[in-house]
């Protein structure tokens, strides 16, 4: 197993910035992804990033917002969100897989989440 813990989520007002990280416990080899989900809503893809951090992918809803980024020396993995919209709001999850995909049924490994919640 590969224990994810995510941290950084908090309340912002719209168009401001927040990171979060996600530190895998132990040596990560994976792919890592993004997901969130809004109240009522299914959980959907945000970013991935692959094993060596050559290979990103976003939700056209993120880009050129969003930004991924890992350390693997750290076995963490961040997600830099800025000028956040108040649509922006929901639970953030991290999670691991063998290949750079945005399918959330391929990813293996899943964190507990982190709430981000962004103000009008």
């Known amino acids: 197993q590969v224990p994810l813990v995510e941290s950084g989520g908090g309340l912002v007002q719209a168009g401001g910035s927040l990171r979060l990280s996600c530190t895998a416990s132990?040596?990560?080899?994976?792919?890592m992804g993004w997901f969130r989900q809004a109240p009522g809503n299914e959980r959907e893809f945000v970013a991935a990033?692959?094993?060596?951090?050559?290979?990103?992918s976003y939700a056209d809803s993120v880009k050129g917002r969003f930004t991924i980024s890992r350390d693997n020396a750290k076995n963490t993995v961040y997600l830099q969100m800025n000028s956040l919209k108040p649509e922006d709001t929901a639970v953030y999850y991290c999670?691991?897989?063998?290949?750079?995909?945005?399918?959330?049924?391929?990813?293996?490994?899943w964190g507990q989440g982190t709430q981000v919640t962004v103000s009008s």
């Open positions: 999670a691991a897989s063998t290949v750079l995909t945005t399918r959330p049924d391929e990813y293996l490994y």
């Open positions: 132990g040596r990560s080899t994976s792919a």
């Open positions: 990033i692959s094993r060596s951090g050559t290979y990103t």
